[in-house]
């Protein structure tokens, strides 16, 4: 399995791309911004114009797209990959859709030669760009093995989460709704901290050498006290698509969540407020209520 194929080259497949060609491997890909695909192909990439392009030339292609949609289209469309792929192919979805949108597509591909391994990643766009991403993934075992020199040069962990198309995409929306609390939080400490007087440094250095310390905290405050806001690779719409994915699941299931509903509150004003902004903007929402700003 040396030919692979990436669909979506923005923060996230752009990283998987640039490691699959480091590590070796053939890859083709597929974006519909022009831009993507000229930097693309400036790493040494191939460039295709169609799915199908991008299925007739891989053994596996990581489908990195925004939803359930989208990925549909890619896969299961007239122009799709199961039409596409030669015997044996495997798909790889690390979009984050939701649960029941991966189970419709495993169900579709149930009756073709082509395996799904359900695989959303954590470690945004660092974890990309670096090759250290965390998979979840659910697939079959002799898929999963097959599939492991490739999964291998984007990601540091693998973890096999279950065997069913879905699961990699439950065991995400947990992830995702902690994650999201975590980011408010810590967008909420630093405008207390900042009414309060306090320094971005001071609260910075206390914070990540704390017991709270952690990635998120770490590089959320990073950015608000540096003023970075946007065109940092962690675009606001992608954590509030996850939270909305995570509390569809909750009410399914009839479980409260409590504090990702407020974190997905505040994600929703930031969106609203600032939607080309990253992450950390929920923050100059907080700050513009209480007339604060946290600096370094």
């Given at each position: 399995?040396?030919?692979?194929?990436?669909?979506?080259?923005g923060d996230m497949g752009s990283g998987l791309a640039k490691n699959l060609i480091a590590n070796g491997f053939s890859v083709t890909g597929?974006?519909?911004?022009?831009?993507?695909?000229?930097?693309?192909?400036?790493?040494?990439?191939?460039?295709?114009?169609?799915?199908?392009?991008?299925?007739?030339?891989?053994?596996?292609?990581?489908?990195?797209?925004?939803?359930?949609?989208?990925?549909?289209?890619?896969?299961?469309?007239?122009?799709?990959?199961?039409?596409?792929?030669?015997?044996?192919?495997?798909?790889?979805?690390?979009?984050?859709?939701?649960?029941?949108?991966?189970?419709?597509?495993?169900?579709?591909?149930?009756?073709?030669?082509?395996?799904?391994?359900?695989?959303?990643?954590?470690?945004?766009?660092?974890?990309?760009?670096?090759?250290?991403?965390?998979?979840?993934?659910?697939?079959?075992?002799?898929?999963?093995?097959?599939?492991?020199?490739?999964?291998?040069?984007v990601s540091a962990t693998i973890h096999h989460v279950g065997e069913d198309a879905g699961m990699g995409?439950?065991?995400?929306?947990?992830?995702?709704?902690?994650?999201?609390?975590?980011?408010?939080?810590?967008?909420?400490?630093?405008?207390?901290?900042?009414?309060?007087?306090?320094?971005?440094?001071?609260?910075?250095?206390?914070?990540?050498?704390?017991?709270?310390?952690?990635?998120?905290?770490?590089?959320?405050?990073?950015?608000?006290?540096?003023?970075?806001?946007?065109?940092?690779?962690?675009?606001?719409?992608?954590?509030?698509?996850?939270?909305?994915?995570?509390?569809?699941?909750?009410?399914?299931?009839?479980?409260?969540?409590?504090?990702?509903?407020?974190?997905?509150?505040?994600?929703?004003?930031?969106?609203?407020?600032?939607?080309?902004?990253?992450?950390?903007?929920?923050?100059?929402?907080?700050?513009?209520?209480?007339?604060?700003?946290?600096?370094?």
């Amino acid at each position: 399995m040396t030919r692979v194929g990436v669909i979506g080259l923005g923060d996230m497949g752009s990283g998987l791309a640039k490691n699959l060609i480091a590590n070796g491997f053939s890859v083709t890909g597929l974006d519909l911004s022009r831009e993507r695909l000229a930097a693309f192909a400036d790493m040494g990439g191939t460039v295709a114009h169609s799915a199908a392009e991008v299925g007739a030339a891989s053994d596996a292609v990581f489908v990195m797209v925004m939803n359930g949609d989208q990925a549909k289209q890619i896969i299961l469309g007239p122009q799709g990959l199961t039409g596409s792929m030669a015997e044996g192919g495997i798909v790889l979805l690390t979009a984050t859709i939701k649960p029941a949108e991966a189970r419709e597509i495993g169900d579709a591909m149930a009756g073709t030669s082509i395996a799904l391994i359900d695989s959303p990643v954590s470690g945004g766009f660092p974890g990309a760009q670096g090759g250290t991403l965390t998979m979840m993934a659910a697939g079959a075992p002799d898929v999963m093995t097959k599939a492991r020199p490739v999964m291998e040069a984007v990601s540091a962990t693998i973890h096999h989460v279950g065997e069913d198309a879905g699961m990699g995409q439950t065991v995400k929306a947990c992830l995702q709704s902690l994650i999201g609390s975590i980011f408010s939080a810590t967008f909420e400490a630093s405008v207390l901290a900042a009414k309060a007087g306090v320094s971005g440094e001071v609260l910075q250095s206390v914070f990540s050498t704390s017991s709270a310390g952690c990635g998120i905290v770490n590089t959320s405050l990073e950015n608000i006290i540096d003023r970075k806001f946007k065109g940092t690779g962690s675009h606001i719409a992608t954590m509030h698509k996850d939270l909305t994915i995570s509390l569809g699941l909750a009410e399914q299931l009839g479980v409260p969540m409590h504090t990702a509903a407020t974190a997905m509150q505040l994600f929703h004003a930031g969106k609203t407020k600032y939607p080309e902004g990253d992450n950390w903007v929920v923050t100059r929402v907080i700050e513009e209520i209480v007339g604060a700003e946290l600096h370094r």
